[in-house]
Every structure is written in C-alpha cells, then in structure tokens.
C-alpha cells in the first residue's frame, strides 16, 4: 500500500505557481520523497526527489516539512502542458520498486 | 541518459492469442526490472519484479503461468501474456533500474477483443 496521501485534484491558473502538498507521516529515516507525473497514456515522468533538505531543479521545488511528515511539490509557472497526475511516492533508494498510491490530478486552466 | 524504449505503444489481439512486450534500456544496463500495469482511471500496479537471469517474483494475485517475464539480458526484458483475455486489456508499464534510479518506460496500451 502507498505510504502517501494526496487531494484526488486540483486546478490552478496558468502562469501561476502549482503547490501540490502531499502527507507522509509514517515515512521512515532513510526513505526518499520522489515526485513523479503521468501524462495521460504514457510512463511516469521523473520530477524531483529528495531526503530531508528542499531541493530545486529545473522542472519543479521539492520542500519537506523538518519533520519529514509532509511534503510540497512546487511547479512555479504553470503551464498548460503541466497537466497530468502527479505521485508523491516515499521509498528506499535502490533496488525496491516503487509504490505508486492515486496521486493528485492536477489541471492547469488558461 | 536513461532511455527506455518499451514496444509496442499499443496493440489489439484476439482473445486467445499471446503478445509480448518489449522493454530496452537503451544507454545503461539494468540489473532490476519492475513490471506495472495501469487500469483505466486507476494507478499503476506492481505486477512483477524481474533481476537478469533469474526468475522473476510475482505480486499477489499475478499468475505468473500467463504473465511470462523473461529477463535474459541487462538491456532487454520481455513480457508475454499468454493467452489473453478481455480483462488482461490494461497499460503496461516497464521499469527498468538503472544505477543513479528509477525509470520507466513509455507504456503499452494493451487491447484484448
């Protein structure tokens, strides 16, 4: 079972920022925060991951709470091509799949 | 890095019939295969998890006697479904393990008539 909860979806206007929170409250130590995203009928596309400090790349800003117990994905300038679903995900980093709960669909409106 | 190529992106069989998908890493080796499937509106599923020249190790509730995975190389793995059926029409998803993480292929549309 999936370690994370999520909103079932969100909107949020073009050009503006998209935050996309995301509870892991029994995540263990050494586990990660990784976000990915599903545009429809293709394969999960890699966002950001993280441990315990934010993190930032091109695509998006990953910022966990100190306790680690939640987490906030940001997309800062949304575009319409942002929507997709997006799945927060906790887990071991290595050879243990990952587990994919029903994420948060998010819809990007002109 | 990590380019997958995961072929076909959809077919159509007979009820009946087998077909086998094809997962590639392209530009690294991947020791670990995951294997998802994806019912409509519904998340990806982790249906198997495969490591180069062993057998693969099946979730509850997967047969592995119609859902064949072979894994003979660290750039190719396969999945057959035998004999399929209506319900078998699902997303199929591969995902390999390369050394700095996850990656994923671009899906199956799988259509059983």
């Known amino acids: 079972d999936a370690k994370t909860t999520q909103p079932p979806s969100m909107d949020c206007a073009e050009g503006r920022a998209a935050n996309l929170p995301c509870n892991h409250s029994?995540?263990?130590?050494?586990?990660?925060v990784y976000w990915y995203r599903q545009i429809h009928s293709q394969g999960p596309q890699y966002i950001i991951h993280?441990?315990?400090n934010n993190e930032t790349n091109e695509m998006a800003s990953l910022i966990i709470t100190e306790d680690r117990k939640s987490s906030t994905l940001i997309l800062p300038h949304a575009t319409l091509r942002d929507t997709a679903v997006y799945y927060c995900i906790v887990s071991y980093s290595g050879n243990t799949p990952l587990v994919f709960g029903k994420g948060t669909r998010l819809s990007v409106i002109a | 890095g990590a380019v997958v190529s995961q072929h076909p992106s959809r077919v159509i069989c007979k009820s009946g019939t087998s077909v086998k998908i094809e997962c590639r890493s392209l530009?690294?080796?991947?020791?670990?295969m995951f294997w998802y499937r994806q019912f409509p509106k519904q998340s990806l599923m982790l249906m198997a998890t495969s490591n180069e020249g062993s057998k693969a190790t099946y979730e509850q509730g997967v047969e592995k006697d119609k859902f064949l995975i072979n894994h003979a190389s660290l750039t190719l793995s396969t999945l057959t479904v035998t004999s399929a059926h209506p319900e078998d029409s699902s997303f199929y998803i591969c995902s390999p393990m390369a050394s700095y993480g996850y990656t994923f292929g671009s899906g199956t549309r799988l259509t059983v008539v």
């Open positions: 029994t995540i263990s130590g050494n586990e990660y």
């Open positions: 530009d690294f080796q991947a020791t670990t």
């Open positions: 993280g441990l315990k």
